[in-house]
T-cell receptor, first 113, second 114 residues
């Protein structure tokens, strides 16, 4: 079983469209995240979320919104897509309390044309 | 925000050579992590360091958490072809209250020449 799974793996869409990326973790972790990896491979956190708190990186446009139907899922909705949104988006999860690393999904490559 | 400086940016080595890379930070972390990313995949955790001065090994990999909590290094001994990939350091400053994320270095591209 894949620990952190995200779908789709690839997403090609036109500017102005609205799209969603889904993420599920079966690790029982408390906290989930979305990261963006740009063309230079730089990874930057976008959101972190547990059942208590959503923390948003202030540099993330409000066209991006995370939605968590339950503890095991954190989906990413993007409105009015722009060319600059093209990147690889990674979902991750971790235990909030204690010493731990993060487990990442395999990524969604978003291409806006 | 916090910045991590990771070096070198890329390494071209021969199979069998040892590899060393490091990260420095402008501020302290209470956890240092090293990840490897293969093409088309997400980062995979290699080593996690939780205490200043800690030295930890995982097979041919060895990493240390700097005593000042502002730096870490990763060594790979006797490199093999499957070591090729991008290596990332990441720091975490766990606050104990909310959902905090990782700050990543910009990665070290490891290329092994036959």
């Amino acid at each position: 079983d894949t620990a952190v799974s995200q779908t789709p793996k690839y997403l090609v869409t036109q500017m102005g469209n609205d799209k969603s990326i889904k993420c599920e973790q079966n690790l029982g972790h408390d906290t989930m995240y979305w990261y963006k990896q740009d063309s230079k491979k730089f990874l930057k956190i976008m959101f972190s979320y547990n059942n208590k708190e959503l923390i948003i990186n202030e540099t993330v446009p409000n066209r991006f919104s995370p939605k968590s139907p339950d503890k095991a899922h954190l989906n990413l909705h993007i409105n009015s897509l722009e060319l600059g949104d093209s990147a690889v988006y990674f979902c991750a999860s971790s235990q909030e309390v204690g010493e731990n690393g993060y487990t990442f999904g395999s990524g969604t490559r978003l291409t806006v044309v | 925000g916090q910045q991590l400086n990771q070096s070198p940016q890329s390494m071209f080595i021969q199979e069998g050579e040892d590899v060393s890379m490091n990260c420095t930070s402008s501020s302290i972390f209470n956890t240092w992590l090293w990840y490897k990313q293969d093409p088309g995949e997400g980062p995979v955790l290699l080593i996690a360091l939780y205490k200043a001065g800690e030295l930890t090994s995982n097979g041919r990999l060895t990493a240390q958490f700097g005593i000042t909590r502002k730096d870490s290094f990763l060594n790979i001994s006797a490199s093999i072809p499957s070591d090729v990939g991008i290596y990332f350091c990441a720091g975490r400053m766990y606050s104990g209250g909310g959902a905090d994320g990782l700050t990543f270095g910009k990665g070290t591209h490891l290329i092994i020449q036959p």
